[in-house]
């Protein structure tokens, strides 16, 4: 696939193969699973073992910056562009770490991987999981750990910690209803993004409260329809391998709707840190969708074929099942960087607990 995109970036828009290379050179990273699926198991178990001592200390931090100092101790890209949380008060950071997910699962799947310090994990992971303010990810991550708690059969033992887990939930019941609800704000724009009148459609009517996940859905059908009205392609193999950067792409594209760009300061023509299948679609158009479709779901039968034969590999599943779920509110599945770490869970496949852990 990226092969025939980049064909059809150097043919039929005219791209140089240093643009292409520039624009496509972070996706050969998934060349990376040749090499990650054949690590010795002892380099694994080490491997998991720093990254979460790692995904833990930064969940502390990543919850000190948003209840106690109300200011980013993390990198954070846009400073000056901080978001409040007008129901709960607190400042919503994307800081959060990637693996906090998949260390919550093993907290509760598999709290022999942290011996007597397993609850304590519970408790930071969660923590920092209600903090990052995301209904639709904090939604998705507490039902895949029932489902987990299910299929591993520890859904009695966990059940008190359920419990806890419920009462913080119920508070976000309420707000996910007034988002879609209230005044028939949602209901309304819908109706205009699919009104097909693109015209005069800007930032500002898709910035106010509650029209986030219009703005998602705005942002990816705008460069559908330029696709659609496209006759030679483009709308199978998208708008080609550059980046958003070059002039050449700035006089190319005209999308009104994408945050600025620093450098340009016009909005990201290609690419959106807000939906996944947005930039799936700029890059490869309906032929990537459908690549990524068919890549995630054998990523997913993968480990649920091994899912009784580790833990890991079941926690795994779920992580990466909670990215697919939440793909109209991030990227993240977009990225061959995320791949990696999917791609270091299935070298676990066909081993046994005792030889990856050292467990007696």
């Known amino acids: 696939m990226l092969l025939c995109c980049s064909l059809f970036s150097y043919f039929h828009y005219g791209f140089s193969l240093y643009q292409i290379f ?16 054949r690590l010795p198991l002892r380099q694994v178990s080490s491997i998991l073992k720093i990254l979460s ?41 994307y800081n959060y770490p990637i693996l906090l997910y998949f260390f919550l699962f093993v907290s ?54 359920l419990c ?13 209803r007034d988002r879609f609800v209230s005044n028939g704000k949602t209901q309304s724009d819908f109706a205009f993004l699919f009104s097909g009148d693109l015209a005069d ?37 998208g708008l080609g391998l550059i980046s958003g950067n ?17 450098d340009t300061g016009y909005p990201h023509q290609l690419g959106t840190p807000d939906i996944a299948w947005g930039n799936i679609l700029s890059r490869f158009g309906m032929i990537g969708i459908v690549f990524y479709i068919i890549f995630w779901g054998i990523i997913i039968r993968k480990m649920w074929k091994s899912r009784k034969e580790d833990p890991i590999v ?22 061959t960087t995320f791949m990696a770490f999917p791609f270091l869970i299935l070298s676990l496949i066909g081993t046994t607990q005792k030889t990856k852990y050292g467990e007696s």
């Not at 806890?164 to 707000?175: E, T």
């Not at 910035?207 to 483009?234: D, H, P, S």
Request: charged residues 15%.
């Open 201 to 237: 459609m800007n930032m500002g009517d898709f910035t106010k409260e509650g029209a986030t996940l219009t703005y998602r859905f705005a942002w990816v059908y705008e460069r559908y329809v330029y696709l659609r009205q496209q006759n030679n392609g483009e709308l199978l193999w």
């Open 314 to 335: 079941l926690c795994g599943m779920l992580y990466v099942m909670a990215y697919v779920m939440t793909s109209v509110a991030g990227s993240s599945i977009s990225y």
């Open 246 to 262: 070059q002039p050449k792409a700035l006089k190319m594209y005209d999308f009104k709707l994408g945050l600025t760009n620093k």
């Open 22 to 37: 520039q624009a496509s050179r972070e996706y050969y990273v998934i060349l990376c699973y040749y090499f990650l699926v």
């Open 53 to 93: 001592c790692l995904t833990l200390c930064v969940s502390i931090i990543y919850i000190a910056q948003v209840l106690v100092v109300h200011a980013p101790l993390l990198p954070y890209e846009n400073v000056d562009k901080i978001e409040v949380d007008e129901t709960t008060g607190l400042i919503r950071l």
């Open 164 to 176: 806890v887990i419920c009462l913080f939930v119920l508070p976000f019941i309420g707000l996910v």
């Open 108 to 161: 509760f799947l598999y709290p022999s991987f942290y011996k007597q310090k397993a609850k304590y994990v519970r408790g930071v992971c969660l923590m920092a999981l209600f903090c990052t303010l995301g209904r639709s990810g904090i939604a998705s991550v507490v039902l895949l750990l029932i489902i987990g708690l299910l299929l591993s059969g520890r859904l009695t033992i966990n059940l008190k910690t």
